[in-house]
């Protein structure tokens, strides 16, 4: 069976210790899917691996607000960051979660028939825009903001760590685009995806996160974000000052847009880096083995380009959490 790891060979989950078999543990328990590639792609980076664990259970499985919402949130988000394997996974969870009708309808690209569905799904699409008016009021209860916030965010990063660093099957030869696959494999994940565990477990994998952001000061989700930040953004040290501060500056001008073939701000291969992260960041779906060919050395391991596209990923997360309209949370439905 051919690999869907593009440039990385992860160790095999089998052969797991310590933290990174915690995390397996949980997936299997918490997610239904114990060896999600999503996952086991990161495991060359342990911290990484169980802080993004940690903020997408927190958020998408524990947190506030039910479960079909959430993922069409996560579904909305994968759309506009043009991630296949993402949009073909939560559309399978839909019909994990019992609404078999909506996830086919948002399957063939059409709009769902619950205008409250339709407003989660247009306000996940519009979050890749950093302060995008679409984003406020929020489409979900105040109480719940910190969960879909969380969740909106968790796969910002992990749409791009799967563009960057995955092929585009979710299931070997695209089978999830049958729908009868698609209700199969929803349906053995039912029995998981519909029942909600307890906040806080995974917070037990991190080391002395913070409390998060004020969005979820308060929450699970604000430790678990605040722990991916940590390890996501310490790979800014594989990059010298001057390609850190053109992905800086990069960022800070940065509108939400897809970058144009033609990009004339990134940078060459005579700065493999910066290009990278940039790239990580804003088309990962544009990374080609020359591009990671330029990079690497003979010092730079799985665990370095693992840091290195976390931090380009990171580095978008982090410019949209900054736009966010968090006070929009006291006009929330």
Request: glycine fraction near 8%; proline fraction near 9%.
């Amino acid at each position: 069976m051919p690999s869907p790891f593009r440039y990385t060979a992860p160790p095999p989950p089998k052969s797991a210790a310590g933290r990174t078999a915690d995390v397996y543990a949980q997936l299997a328990a918490d997610f239904g899917i114990e060896r999600a590639s999503t996952f086991v792609v990161l495991s060359s980076a342990p911290e990484i691996m169980a802080s993004a664990w940690a903020l997408m259970r927190e958020s998408l499985i524990a947190g506030e607000g039910d479960r079909t919402g959430k993922e069409l949130a996560a579904l909305g988000v994968s759309e506009a960051n043009r991630c296949p394997f993402c949009v073909d996974a939560h559309t399978t969870l839909l019909h994990a979660t019992g609404d078999h009708a909506l996830a086919e309808r948002v399957a063939r690209g059409e709009t769902p028939v619950d205008e409250r569905h339709a407003r989660v799904l247009a306000w996940g699409r519009a979050s890749r825009t950093p302060g995008a008016p679409e984003l406020a009021p929020y489409p979900f209860p105040a109480a719940h903001a910190p969960a879909y916030i969380g969740t909106a965010l968790a796969f910002h990063f992990i749409n791009r760590i799967v563009s960057a660093l995955l092929t585009e099957n979710l299931l070997p030869c695209n089978a999830q685009r049958f729908r009868a696959v698609r209700s199969l494999v929803g349906r053995s994940v039912a029995g998981t995806v519909r029942r909600r565990p307890s906040p806080g477990a995974s917070l037990t994998l991190l080391h002395d996160p913070g409390p998060g952001p004020d969005w979820a000061r308060g929450t699970t989700v604000g430790p678990a974000y605040a722990a991916l930040r940590d390890a996501a953004t310490a790979g800014q040290g594989l990059l010298d000052e001057g390609d850190h501060a053109v992905v800086r500056q990069t960022l800070q001008a940065w509108d939400g847009t897809h970058p144009p073939l033609a990009w004339d701000e990134l940078p060459d291969r005579s700065r493999p880096g910066a290009r990278l992260a940039l790239l990580a960041a804003l088309a990962p779906y544009r990374i080609t083995d020359e591009d990671v060919t330029a990079w690497r050395k003979p010092t730079h391991t799985d665990h370095c380009l693992v840091h290195l596209v976390a931090y380009g990923a990171f580095a978008a997360v982090d410019r949209i959490e900054s736009a966010l309209p968090v006070r929009a949370v006291q006009e929330a439905s």
